[in-house]
């Protein structure tokens, strides 16, 4: 059977992989390989919707998340991408109902702007400017940065990593990693087409997979899947809602995007969709009703659904696993990878070529987890 040699093997070709394969690549470390049960992009990766945030309320996520942003900007010409993907800068709006609300939202405003991040208060009169179809009546105040926004064409940006990984000379091998063991001088992954491959040095980005991955290894990952399911309507050739609106307290989110379709979710919903699609469209449509009524009449027939792969406290796993010198993971991202994907990458390159330990390393650690240094995320959408 085949026996392939590399100086580092990254598990997972989804956006985070090939983020931190890309980054590599940038500092000359040697053979690269990226590995894959599926192909480029084919997990998580594959349905998510492009979405490109910058508020958050942890300090360190707001700062990766705008370290993100500023390569998105120009990521196109960075990875010579030979079609546009497309950012959108058409922020994203997060609503409050209550006061208690709102005051929560001058809180993390307060977060955001000492990691850099332009977002404001609005008052309900200026939502009602920049949203026409938004019920101003409805709300007390909203937290908006015009800078969010989202990729008209995502996988135009997960093909551009992959082209550029490529032209880099990464090499790509699609089976399945169904063991990894330390030798004392690397790592032997055993594929499931029974041929195995030899790494000085290996990285696991394969969302809620990484945990079986690594079992044996340092300490167990609490990593679990959490269904998500987003509602798509038919394309709708007239502009209906600009920006994104968020509603944390009704658990909502709305979107019109740029191929025409609107996008709504019920960011609570859980459960078989068979059994319970009715009662998530009911929650759909009273938020609707009471925030955006211009979407009064859309209908939303499509479902689709993906897997956040969670942590306890809604922030990811990075960095080196605990006693292993040579063994990585960036797994955990709860719904974040492409808004991350390009600040995870450099923080793990850098570690592993030994450059200065970026302070994501020390909060998003492995063993955060034993030592109760939790600091819970609460705005994920």
Same mark, same amino acid.
């Given at each position: ?224 899947? /959490?269904?998500?399911?987003? #509602?798509?309507? @038919?394309?709708?050739?007239?502009? +209906? !809602? *600009? %920006? ?114 970026? /302070?994501?390393?020390?909060? #998003?650690?492995? @063993?955060?987890?034993?030592?109760? +240094? !939790? *600091? %819970? ?5």
């Amino acid at each position: 059977m085949e026996r392939r040699t590399t100086t580092i093997a990254v598990v997972g070709a989804g956006i985070t992989g090939l983020s931190v394969a890309w980054h590599l690549s940038q500092l000359s470390v040697g053979h690269i390989t990226l590995l894959d049960r599926s192909g480029v992009g084919s997990g998580a990766t594959a349905i998510q919707p492009g979405g490109v945030r910058q508020q958050w309320s942890t300090d360190i996520a707001c700062r990766m998340a705008r370290e993100s942003y500023l390569f998105y900007r120009d990521a196109a010409s960075r990875l010579e991408a030979r079609i546009d993907p497309g950012l959108t800068t058409c922020g994203y709006l997060f609503v409050a109902e209550a006061a208690e609300q709102f005051d929560d939202l001058r809180r993390l405003i307060d977060i955001q702007h000492s990691a850099g991040v332009p977002s404001q208060i609005l008052a309900p009169d200026d939502v009602a400017s920049l949203v026409p179809g938004l019920d101003a009546s409805a709300i007390v105040g909203a937290a908006f940065c015009a800078q969010d926004g989202y990729f008209d064409r995502p996988q135009a940006l997960v093909a551009a990593f992959s082209d550029s990984n490529r032209r880099a000379g990464v090499d790509f091998v699609f089976a399945n990693v169904v063991a990894l063991e330390s030798d004392g001088s690397g790592w032997q992954l055993s594929l499931s087409d029974g041929s195995s491959c030899f790494a000085e040095q290996v990285v696991v980005a394969a969302g809620k997979e990484s945990a079986l991955l690594l079992q044996g290894y340092g300490e167990e990952l609490p990593i679990t899947g /959490e269904p998500r399911f987003l #509602f798509y309507s @038919n394309p709708i050739k007239e502009r +209906l !809602l *600009e %920006p994104l609106v968020v509603s944390q307290e009704r658990g909502f989110a709305a979107k019109h995007l740029a191929d025409g379709s609107v996008l709504a979710s019920d960011l609570r919903a859980s459960g078989d969709p068979s059994v319970e699609a009715k009662s998530w469209r009911r929650t759909i449509r009273d938020a609707i009703k009471a925030l955006v009524p211009i979407l009064e009449y859309v209908s939303f027939p499509v479902i689709v659904r993906g897997d956040y792969d969670v942590t306890p406290d809604k922030q990811p796993i990075l960095g080196k696993v605990s006693g292993c010198e040579t063994l990585w993971v960036a797994a955990g991202l709860n719904g974040r990878g492409l808004m991350m994907a390009p600040t995870i990458g450099r923080v793990l390159a850098d570690a592993i070529v030994g450059r200065d330990a970026d /302070e994501a390393l020390l909060r #998003f650690s492995p @063993n955060r987890f034993s030592r109760g +240094l !939790l *600091e %819970p995320e609460r705005n994920v959408v």
